[in-house]
């Protein structure tokens, strides 16, 4: 059962009233609304900007593109002509990128759908959804469940888990943009990064992995040791 102790945030064009929850533990505080189980806002005490980049009502979050704070799925990233073959069945996904591929699970994938919150306390909050069987293309009804939680210290901890009663493809991700200086006014490039990542996928044209997988070494990708964002060769950023 859906809680209704969050705040309405704004009304969806087809009538349906979206809530903002919001948390607070370890320093921070976050706004999660219904719709995409968005992060809307994230502050850190005595930190007068916001962490993430967002907006501060709800309309544009119908419209938006850019999938600010959004859990993204049934499958983030693209799939070459939204096609693709699995326990021996083909499936054609909606192609909502070029006209030709599918983005971010089509147009209407996780981060624009209404999600269920069915718990919330002080520091976190469980959203929901069901993804019935063909939506967007997709095989097999999909129960995903995503689990925000603020920790000590200054700690945002996202969890997230999906069950489906046959074989399909899941690729979540949270599609937060973080700025930890003045919530976008500047850029980023000055922010240290580090990532467990020894590899990295090459794209092509229309930006699909090309199947290659080469390594991090040598080249702008490496972030195996906290370094800034910014690359400095000959004077060029």
Same mark, same amino acid.
């Given at each position: 059962?859906?809680?209704?102790?969050?705040?309405?945030? @704004?009304?969806?064009? #087809?009538?349906?009233?979206?809530?903002?929850?919001? !948390?607070?533990?370890?320093?921070?505080?976050?706004? !999660? =609304?219904?719709?995409?189980?968005?992060?809307?806002?994230?502050?850190?005490?005595?930190?007068?900007?916001?962490?993430?980049?967002?907006?501060?009502?709800?309309?544009?979050?119908?419209?938006?593109?850019?999938? %600010?704070?959004?859990?993204?799925?049934?499958?983030?990233?693209? !799939?070459?002509?939204?096609?693709? #073959? =699995?326990?021996?069945?083909? &499936?054609?996904?909606?192609?909502?990128?070029?006209?030709?591929?599918?983005?971010?699970?089509?147009?209407? +994938?996780?981060?624009?759908?209404?999600?269920?919150? &069915?718990?919330? +306390?002080?520091? %976190?909050?469980?959203?929901?959804?069901?993804?019935?069987? +063909?939506?967007?293309?997709?095989?097999?009804?999909?129960?995903?469940?995503?689990?925000?939680?603020?920790? !000590?210290?200054?700690?945002?901890?996202?969890?997230? #888990?999906?069950?489906?009663?046959?074989?399909?493809?899941?690729?979540?991700?949270?599609?937060?943009?973080?700025?930890?200086?003045?919530?976008?006014?500047?850029? =980023?490039?000055?922010?240290?990064?580090?990532?467990?990542?020894?590899?990295?996928?090459?794209?092509?044209?229309?930006? =699909?992995?090309?199947?290659?997988?080469?390594?991090?070494?040598?080249?702008?990708?490496?972030?195996?040791?906290?370094?800034?964002?910014?690359?400095?060769?000959? @004077?060029?950023?």
């Amino acid at each position: 059962m859906a809680m209704k102790d969050g705040e309405v945030f @704004g009304t969806t064009q #087809t009538g349906e009233a979206v809530r903002r929850f919001t !948390i607070r533990g370890g320093g921070l505080t976050a706004n !999660i =609304i219904g719709l995409g189980a968005i992060i809307q806002d994230l502050r850190l005490a005595g930190h007068d900007a916001p962490l993430v980049l967002g907006y501060d009502s709800f309309e544009p979050y119908e419209t938006d593109t850019a999938f %600010f704070g959004a859990v993204v799925g049934r499958y983030a990233n693209r !799939i070459r002509d939204g096609r693709f #073959t =699995i326990a021996g069945q083909r &499936s054609q996904t909606e192609r909502n990128f070029l006209d030709k591929h599918t983005l971010h699970g089509g147009s209407q +994938g996780f981060s624009h759908r209404p999600w269920e919150v &069915s718990l919330h +306390g002080r520091d %976190f909050v469980t959203l929901t959804l069901h993804d019935p069987d +063909g939506t967007m293309g997709f095989p097999g009804a999909l129960d995903v469940t995503c689990t925000y939680r603020l920790k !000590i210290p200054g700690t945002l901890s996202v969890e997230m #888990t999906a069950t489906c009663e046959e074989p399909t493809l899941c690729n979540l991700t949270q599609h937060s943009y973080f700025n930890l200086d003045d919530g976008g006014v500047g850029d =980023i490039l000055d922010h240290r990064l580090m990532l467990n990542a020894g590899a990295y996928l090459p794209v092509d044209g229309d930006l =699909i992995p090309t199947g290659v997988v080469k390594p991090v070494d040598d080249t702008p990708f490496d972030f195996r040791q906290a370094r800034p964002l910014r690359m400095e060769s000959e @004077g060029k950023q």
